[in-house]
């Protein structure tokens, strides 16, 4: 509550002062940066956000729980910056945190959702995918943004994963089932699927409105990885299957993209690697070494800078630590964060 | 209609003790054979009794022992001497009952109400318990004794809606048969209030029903001794979610245990079999169900030349299997162990243990020794003992850590440890109306098995090589002032546990520093009062030991009043206690709450 208090103060001054001087009015102390996505442990309940200043190089550590004297729950999949308002979608604890996007100040928790994974949001809606349970089918529902109101619910894939929306269709991945489903919104939310490779997870859309579908890899009868992990890109116009690229082994299924669309970034083990989305071969040497890190978790870009953040999840042991790098991979700093860091959102 | 509850529960009881009036009353006679303690000189143990509405975990209140509690009436682990939940072995009926699957009890499951006498001993005693006897066991001893009493009611109300009932019933068929009945059902709202976002909110999605019987049988000759117990315990939760969660998980549980035993007495010696079965089924969520069925035998031959020697040498066998839907199939694992325990006694002032063990599991084999002594000083108006202990231990790897899909490690080693203690007692008159110890111990694991994230699956490594240190201190004293008895214990933990495979000594997670224990009472003829207060350290969630992953100290005080009477037909305890008499927020587990202060009223009858 003090710091809730001083906090307000601090706000309201730099407001005043910079009421004076300048036209642009700050819209809160988080205005201007990166948030972390530290995922917390599993019923452990300590999910947090890590905020870096973009320009002023400050870290904020957990900053939900900071602002609102509450913690964020477990585990924190993914966020959604929009404007304005930010979704926190927490996993294991049922929910997603709507907060105001610059003071963080919590706005409204939709908590009607079972096992929620990723947000996205298209016009005036939000795409939310849920997995339900771990039997039963996913779904995606559609949620009203001011409101928070689930609308309507359409029934994708088991395992609902990542989704994208382009044009009038939604795009989910299935990650228990190694499908991705298209569902068309003109026609009646009419779904059909595509088959990839086991575990599907995160996407990203290219610059032509591609889709970028990692895929994880699957496991043999011994539970040895079938190290057949891909990545496949998704002509959105025929909504076929356009470039199939196979790795030799399974990796953790994360995406991120340039300012310009123009080039996907993912990683194997410690090696970061850059694909430019026109190319029809991958590149077979990484564009960087994070050899500092333990555990690499998690990747985003900034699309402001290109600045690439890499998330090393200290394998969950210990606090997280996030590495810099700049668009041509050198690497420029390091920061501790939060547990388990999985993902970025840039404000 | 909860009073008529009662009155017909109480009239029952009145009917059922009347049918056995012309029971002659006999002394309480313990018909059991060596504890299973006695070959672990130089180890700390201590002896625990319970309040009938607590489960087992209520240890954790009458122990400086830290137990994690992941809410209220949930899942309940103990971690002993800075090791893992995993490395405390629990032995009932001297069977090891950790769960295959998980390598850990969930102590929340039993009800106290089934036990008799628990022990807690710490210190590292593989060679004589097997896998996981790493920080320690908790030994459940559910002796037959010949009582006076033989028929117990017993009932409690307390805050959140929590109603426990329970039943004791021993019927002695012949003088050498004994039959003794328990049954208790217990149930929980849970819904306290806390305080969150500047608002007070209920807990959601806690309620845990626990239901548990048991029922032995003992028969006793001058030559012979058989004896069985069969019990079952069901309990049926919603997980309380952390603070902020809206999850509606729930999980059922059910336990089901036999073992039947036979000791045969000749001159000096005896021989002892026994087999037992566990079977627990866990279903979560109504959807997701894991089973699992452990198999034990025992055969061992003991004997004694006067007092000087005393040995017992034999075999276990332990089978386990299990299935989940986590699992492809059944999965199925064994271990066979030779041992040999002695305990040397060459004079009042000085014994010495030596147990070795060599156990076979899967393709490994392990030898773990150990070697403890007591040698008392003094023996004169006080009494100091001096007492260590040195042992190796170690615990196999779980069904999930082998066998999950996908991530499971079927390539693991098992955990090995090497375990020193040395300690005194003092008691500080002949007349031991005041005692202390203290000990001090040091334990080395590697190969300790840690789960982490590669590529995006979790998957189970020999990745940790953990230091643990520290210092136990316990104490009691007894006075009497007029017809009042004062009694105050105490005890104190100190524990340093650090990770040398990861920089610096940070403390391991859930490990607090220092913990606490303190209990008062004063006793007369008609009742009772105590103050019990516990301690708990700061607590960190990881290695960073960083201020975000930091749970705050604690302090709960508990006040315990109880009154005792005695009519022609029965004796009455009336007991009413506050908990959490300060009304404390506190957390155990991180983000998860727990009640502030609540009241339990409780009635027992005997009979």
């Known amino acids: ?347 | 209609m909860k009073t008529m509850n009662f009155m017909v529960m109480y009239l029952c009881a009145f009917w059922l003790s009347a049918q056995q009036d012309s029971t002659i009353y006999l002394e309480e006679v313990e018909i059991l054979g060596s504890p299973l303690t006695e070959y672990s000189a130089g180890t700390s143990i201590s002896s625990i009794q319970l309040g009938p509405s607590a489960s087992v975990d209520g240890i954790g209140n009458e122990t400086a022992s830290y137990f994690r509690l992941y809410g209220n009436g949930q899942l309940s682990t103990l971690t002993l001497r800075g090791t893992s939940s995993s490395h405390t072995n629990v032995i009932w009926n001297g069977m090891p009952t950790n769960s295959p699957t998980l390598g850990q009890t969930d102590f929340s499951i039993w009800p106290a109400f089934l036990t008799d006498k628990l022990i807690v001993q710490k210190g590292s005693t593989s060679s004589l318990f097997g896998s996981g006897s790493i920080g320690g066991n908790v030994i459940i001893e559910n002796s037959l004794i010949r009582k006076d009493s033989l028929a117990t009611l017993y009932s409690s109300i307390g805050s959140f809606g929590q109603q426990n009932y329970g039943g004791k019933f021993q019927v002695n068929i012949t003088p050498n048969l004994i039959s003794e009945t328990r049954i208790f059902h217990g149930a929980i709202e849970n819904d306290f209030p806390y305080e969150l976002r500047r608002e007070t909110i209920r807990q959601p999605n806690a309620r845990v029903e626990r239901l548990g019987v048991s029922q032995k049988f003992g028969l006793r000759s001058e030559k012979h001794y058989l004896f069985s117990e069969v019990a079952f315990a069901r309990n049926n939760r919603q997980i309380q979610p952390t603070v902020t969660s809206s999850s509606r998980d729930q999980l059922l549980t059910e336990n089901l245990r036999a073992v039947l035993s036979n000791e045969v007495f000749f001159n000096n010696s005896s021989l002892y079999t026994s087999i037992g079965m566990i079977n627990e089924s866990t279903l979560y969520n109504r959807s997701s169900r894991t089973e699992s069925t452990q198999f034990a035998g025992s055969v061992f031959y003991h004997f004694s030349v006067g007092k000087y020697i005393k040995s017992k040498s034999g075999i276990n066998s332990l089978l386990a299997r299990s299935k989940s839907g986590n699992y492809r199939g059944r999965q199925t694992q064994n271990e066979f162990h030779l041992f040999s325990s002695w305990t040397i006694q060459p004079s009042n002032r000085l014994k010495l243990t030596l147990n070795l063990r060599e156990a076979f599991h899967e393709e490994n084999t392990v030898f773990v020794p150990s070697f403890g002594g007591e040698w008392s000083i003094l023996d004169t108006s006080a009494e100091l003992k001096l007492k260590g202990q040195v042992s190796k231990g170690y615990r196999v790897p779980t069904f999930n850590d082998r066998f999950w899909q996908p991530g499971g490690n079927p390539d693991l080693n098992a955990e090995t440890s090497k375990s020193y203690e040395l300690g005194f007692d003092l008691g500080f008159l002949k007349q031991r109306n005041g005692s202390l110890s203290i000990t001090l111990f040091q334990s080395d694991v590697d190969e300790w098995i840690q789960w982490v994230p590669v590529d995006g699956v979790w998957s189970p490594f020999n990745l940790r090589k953990v230091e643990s240190k520290g210092l136990e201190a316990s104490s009691n004293f007894q006075f009497k002032i007029s017809e009042l008895d004062f009694s105050w214990s105490g005890a104190y933990e100190f524990t340093l546990s650090s990770d040398e495979s990861f920089d610096g000594d940070n403390q391991l997670p859930y490990v607090p520093k220092h913990s606490l224990y303190n209990s008062i009472s004063v006793t007369n003829r008609a009742g009772e009062a105590r103050i019990r207060s516990n301690y708990t350290g700061e607590r960190f969630t990881t290695l960073s030991n960083s201020e975000q992953g930091t749970i705050d100290d604690f302090v709960l005080v508990d006040l315990l009043l109880s009154k005792h009477f005695k009519t022609t037909l029965a004796s009455f305890d009336v007991g009413f206690s506050i908990n959490n008499l300060f009304d404390t927020y506190y957390e155990n587990l991180i983000n998860t709450a727990m009640p502030g202060r609540n009241y339990l009223i409780e009635l027992t009858i005997k009979h």
């Open chain 1, 1 to 347: 509550m003090k710091q809730f208090l001083l906090k307000s103060l601090l706000l309201l001054s730099i407001v005043f002062v910079s009421c004076g001087d300048d036209d642009s009015v700050p819209l809160g102390e988080y205005e201007n940066g990166v948030f972390v996505v530290n995922e917390g442990n599993f019923l452990e309940g300590d999910g947090s956000i890590t905020y870096y200043g973009r320009t002023t190089g400050t870290i904020d550590q957990t900053i939900f729980s900071g602002v609102n004297d509450a913690s964020l729950g477990d585990v924190v999949q993914s966020m959604y910056v929009n404007d304005g308002l930010t979704y926190l979608v927490v996993n294991n604890s049922n929910k997603v945190e709507v907060v105001n996007s610059y003071t963080f100040e919590s706005e409204l928790t939709i908590s009607d959702v079972l096992l929620p994974r990723y947000m996205t949001v298209s016009g005036d809606k939000g795409y939310l995918t849920e997995w339900v349970s771990f039997s039963d089918v996913g779904r995606v529902s559609v949620v009203n943004l001011t409101t928070g109101d689930i609308e309507s619910q359409i029934s994708v894939g088991s395992g609902a994963e990542d989704v994208e929306v382009v044009g009038n269709k939604i795009y989910v991945t299935n990650n228990f089932e190694g499908t991705m489903s298209i569902v068309d919104m003109a026609n009646d939310n009419s779904a059909t699927k595509l088959t990839l490779t086991s575990g599907p997870g995160e996407m990203v859309v290219d610059k032509n409105g591609d889709i970028w579908v990692t895929c994880r890899g699957g496991f043999n009868a011994d539970f040895s990885p079938a190290n057949n992990g891909a990545l496949y890109k998704i002509n959105t116009q025929t909504d076929e299957i356009e470039s199939t690229f196979s790795f030799d082994v399974n990796y953790t299924a994360k995406i991120a993209i340039d300012p310009t669309l123009d080039k996907v970034y993912y990683f194997i083990g410690k090696s970061v690697y850059a694909h430019d989305v026109d190319n029809t071969s991958l590149s077979t040497e990484p564009l960087f070494e994070v050899s500092d890190a333990t555990s690499v978790y998690g990747i985003g870009v900034d699309p402001e800078t290109g600045v690439i953040y890499v998330g090393d999840s200290k394998s969950f042991l210990e606090d997280g630590e996030v590495f810099r790098y700049d668009a041509n991979g050198t690497f420029l700093d390091s920061f501790q964060v939060g547990r388990g860091p999985n993902g970025f959102g840039f404000n």
